[in-house]
């Protein structure tokens, strides 16, 4: 069984920076593309960054890019997202996911993590 398990969230202040993390247990972490999704309160879930298996293909929503990055660590079945200049319009739950890397930025994915919540005060 496939489990992902988000860190990293917290409170920080506008213009700082937090680095969120996924667990994958189960499966060949590897061999999938991997996404981050966030959703504020009374609003949809929506897609933040994918990344293929290798690494070496990535993909951001125009709000976080040059602010965000997304990496992954296939020896330690982990991926990351890096949040810099963090704004207020950031705060949200943040969840990772595994699907493929079209299926993934339809917001649609085979596994989903608990989330992990952020909020950014201004």
């Known amino acids: 069984q496939v489990q992902l398990v988000e860190s990293g969230g917290g409170l920080v202040q506008a213009g700082g920076s937090l680095r969120l993390s996924c667990a994958v247990s189960g499966g060949t972490f590897s061999s999938y593309p991997m996404g981050w999704f966030r959703q504020a309160p009374g609003k949809d879930r929506d897609f933040v960054a994918s990344i293929g298996w290798s690494g070496t293909i990535t993909e951001y929503a125009d709000s976080v890019k040059g602010r965000f990055t997304i990496s992954r660590d296939n020896r330690r079945n982990t991926m990351y997202l890096q949040m810099n200049s963090l704004k207020p319009e950031d705060t949200a739950v943040y969840f990772c996911?595994?699907?493929?890397?079209?299926?993934?930025?339809?917001?649609?994915?085979?596994?989903w993590g608990q989330g992990t919540q952020v909020t950014v005060s201004s």
């Open positions: 996911a595994r699907g493929s890397l079209s299926r993934l930025r339809l917001g649609a994915a085979e596994f």
